[in-house]
């Protein structure tokens, strides 16, 4: 179906034309090539377009600087990544900062294409891939940014998003199966029990729910908004098992990449298709691409859609342990900043950070005995709310439980 998609392209706009001409991830191999004759001599598809499929964005209102935007699934990131990330904004001076985004993830700005060979050798080193992050490719994976540590979760999630993220990246190394979609994609995963994924924008959202005493998810599809056009994810009339999420995302992503509507790209995303084809027959396009047929969804669905913030302090279902939910303005991070942070999760944490939809940020694994020192560190004046923080404090030297510290 690949080669149709291509050859229907010479009739389609300018984006499919250039996408059947050479796959985005060709220019994987242009990177040193690119840093030797600078942005200026680069092929302005080449720049402007095809760089999008490896993450880096060239931002003509900045000439010569560069956007690159990761790929973090459930938003997770360690210390010595976050170090890593930070010597790299370091870098870049006045130009250089670090933007958590709306899906959990980080893109870091004033990037030179003469440094990006270096750069994508240090995120190798780290683990960290910005494969597939812009264009037409599933954006970064999301999920509760407490999964793991919610008391009242369901399912820890975590792992099911990583290995949707291999499945479509090919373990981070880009995977041309998914590289020609008609338009951008979003995938989310809910464990718990509120709606932290904000499951209602996204193409695919995995809701949890119970099947005949066994845990799932019903799916929701279509969810998007534009300029143009909003629309909320409506439900697929489908049940899964957690062992079935990879393959029910694959089996819609060729549904999509290979019946998508590709004319107008403003009216290219996966509702589009949807509207045209009616739901009862995308949805046995699915069940034909997966090779079965499909369960029905569970009658009612566990989430109460009552969203959290998760600003503030938390405890969490380890005993003794608690999260700090910071506030990060207009989630913009300097160097100074993500080094900071860094330190405060490696002091007093485990090392781990996790990214909000919300573009704030949370530390994780706070001993009740280190979390009056952690609230009194210098930097949560700037991330923290310094009433909340001395209240927080004088609750936690009374004695009482740090379930009683939550403010939304």
Known sequence: MTSVIANQAAS?????????????????????????IGWEA????????????????FRPV????????????AGIVNSQQMRILAEIVQRYGEDGNADITTRQNLQ???IRIEDVPDIFRRLRAADITSIQSGMDNVRNITTSPIAGLDANELMDVRALVQQVQNMITDNGEGNPEFTNLPRKFNIAIEGGRDNSI?????????????????????????????????????????????????????????????????????????????????????RAAVESQIGHPLSTAADKDEMDWDKRDHLGVFSQKQPGLNYVGLHIPVGRLFAPDMFELARLAEVYGNGEM???????????????????????????????????????????????????????
């Open 354 to 408: 996790r990214l909000t939809v919300e573009q704030n940020l949370i530390i994780p694994n706070i001993p009740d005995s280190r979390l009056e020192a952690f609230l009194q560190e210098p930097v949560l004046e700037k991330f923290f709310s310094e009433s909340n923080a001395i209240s927080a404090i004088a609750r936690f030297l009374h004695g009482c439980s740090v379930l009683q510290l939550c403010f939304d």
């Open 198 to 282: 904000h499951a209602e924008i996204n193409d695919i959202a995995f809701v949890p729910a119970f099947q005949a005493g066994q845990f799932g998810f019903n799916i929701l599809v279509g969810g998007f908004f534009s300029a143009k056009r909003c629309e909320a994810a409506i439900p697929l009339n489908v049940w899964v098992a957690p062992e079935a999420v990879v393959a029910l995302c694959r089996a819609i992503l060729v549904v999509y990449r290979d019946h998508g509507l590709r004319a107008n790209r403003q009216k290219a995303r996966l509702m589009w298709l949807i509207d045209e084809w009616g739901l009862e027959k995308f």
């Open 42 to 57: 680069m092929d302005e598809i080449d720049r402007d377009h095809r760089l999008k499929w490896l993450g880096i964005f």
């Open 62 to 73: 900045t000439p010569g600087k560069f956007m690159m935007r990761l790929r973090l699934p």
């Open 12 to 36: 389609l706009n300018k984006f499919e034309k250039f996408k059947a001409e050479k796959d985005g991830l060709a220019v994987k191999q242009d990177l040193d090539h690119f840093a030797r």
């Open 108 to 110: 870091i700005r004033g």
